[in-house]
């Protein structure tokens, strides 16, 4: 592939600020990435983000179904004549939002687990990482690039500062681990901050206790929506139904966890404890209400 510098002056653009458009530059730092999802024949893998495709083109000679999703419509068309160019058949560019991306048909479609990878931008991380998350059960693996600071979220620990609601719904679905650092140089134009490559493999069976996803969601955002007030405060003051003191008592002590400590003092296995316990209280009372 030509260069990100000389594909924009074909094109005769910049990159989209709005778009968060950051082309990774090294493609040896490109193939290094795309090779840690370890693409191969009968693999179907969905790119976040293709842009002028430093990740498409490794992953195009690996064999694996490939879904390079790039929303911008002038990028998307330039990829499918340089891999045409290039005899890359087993990808398909889909021009559009990843957000509106309909992972659970292309599983229903393929009939496997997928594997995603790409370059997030950091306007949509969060959203991206949460969708994913929803669609858990149909992936395999994903390996992602994302700013410092949202790599440091997903990768936290009970009593990090950046631990919080994504540490623990990531954790909960896969086991998260850092495979590289990228520096700003290696990018044009060179972003802010530095970037980290991470990698998520997706559990094959829950944890336990068994917890709905959705509702494990609802109680950690409880927890933690006063960061800075005791858990049984937080609880209490959150839109989890109508808890009452003595319910929300109760249930910290069935689970074995202080309602004097603070929502990030908790580990993955204390919020499956403490959602499990308020499905029969809080719950309830929830789903009352929305009646």
Not at 57 to 76: C, H, N, Q, R, Y
Not at 133 to 155: C, F, H, P, S, T
Request: aromatic share 4%; proline share 5%.
């Amino acid at each position: 592939m030509i260069s990100p510098k000389q594909a924009l002056k074909i094109l005769g653009r910049r990159p989209a600020k709005g778009l968060g458009q950051h082309f990774l530059i090294h493609q040896a730092t490109a193939d290094k990435i795309a090779a840690s999802i370890h693409p191969g024949p009968g693999d179907v893998v969905v790119e976040i983000g293709a842009g002028l495709g430093a990740l498409t083109l490794p992953l195009s000679k690996s064999g694996a179904s490939v879904i390079a999703v790039e929303i911008d419509a002038e990028l998307a068309t330039f990829l499918r004549k340089e891999l045409e160019k290039r005899n890359g058949k087993g990808v398909k560019i889909e021009c559009m939002d990843i957000l509106e991306l309909d992972l659970i048909g292309l599983h229903e479609q393929f009939q496997r687990k997928m594997k995603i990878i790409g370059n997030l931008p950091y306007n949509i991380s969060s959203p991206v990482l949460f969708k994913l998350m929803e669609a858990a059960d149909y992936l395999k693996e994903a390996v992602l690039m994302l700013q410092d600071e949202v790599a440091e979220r997903v990768l936290a620990g009970p009593g990090n500062r950046d631990y919080g609601i994504l540490s623990v719904i990531v954790a909960y679905h896969s086991e998260r681990r850092r495979l590289m650092r990228v520096k700003p140089s290696q990018f044009h134009p060179p972003p802010k901050v530095d970037s980290q490559v991470i990698s998520l493999s997706f559990r094959d069976c829950p944890l336990t206790p068994k917890v709905e996803p959705s509702w494990l969601v609802q109680t950690v955002k409880a927890a933690f929506s006063h960061r800075r007030k005791t858990l049984r405060n937080s609880l209490l003051e959150s839109k989890l139904g109508n808890l009452t003191p003595d319910c929300v008592s109760k249930v910290l002590q069935e689970a074995s966890i202080e309602g004097s400590r603070r929502a990030e003092s908790l580990t993955l296995e204390d919020f499956l404890r403490l959602a499990k316990g308020l499905e029969g209280g809080g719950r309830t009372k929830l789903v009352d209400e929305e009646k």
